[in-house]
């Protein structure tokens, strides 16, 4: 444990150290590459930043109406018959867009059921095992201009549905 403690307390001076330490014994002027970088950054920054408010928007819109409460009550059959608790169907959804609104979410799961319930754990689960598909689709894809996704998307969602199966095993071994 403490060669990690020691590891984390180190990684990042050293990591500072060895890109100027690379720079100079270069001779390339590490200044004004980073200032270049970060100019590079910010036009990325506000490019993406439309789409990043959107999403935060809709996301926001969809929780404050109730339509996920909605959307979550007329899934809950087909749910059901999945095993899949109908509390983590918003969770679902709202993880497809958001990292942050699903969150938000799970730590109402939290609140009302408790970390170490099954419906924390499988809320846990699937955070750790799933991803924001449609954001890393519009944001990543948008921001380099790749307009044809091919699989991508068919890819993700499988990958998504497989998070959504083993944590709803694994928090049935669990618990």
Known sequence: MKVLVFLSEVMVPLTIFYIVGFGLLSRR???????????KGMSTVA???PTLVGLMVSVGILRASGFL????GILAM???L????????P?????????SAATGLVLDIFKEYGTDSYL????SILMSSTETVMYCLSVYFGT?????TRYTLAGGLIATAVGIAASVVMAGVMS
Request: a negative charge; aromatic letters at 4%.
């Open 29 to 39: 002027p590490v200044l004004d590459d980073f200032i270049e970088g970060a100019k």
């Open 120 to 123: 924390g754990l499988v809320a």
């Open 47 to 49: 490019g993406i930043l």
């Open 82 to 89: 999945i095993h899949l608790p109908p509390q983590i169907v």
């Open 78 to 80: 087909p749910a059901a």
């Open 69 to 72: 409460d909605f959307l979550g």
């Open 144 to 148: 380099v201009g790749i307009t044809k």
């Open 91 to 99: 969770v679902i959804l709202v993880r497809l867009v958001s990292n």
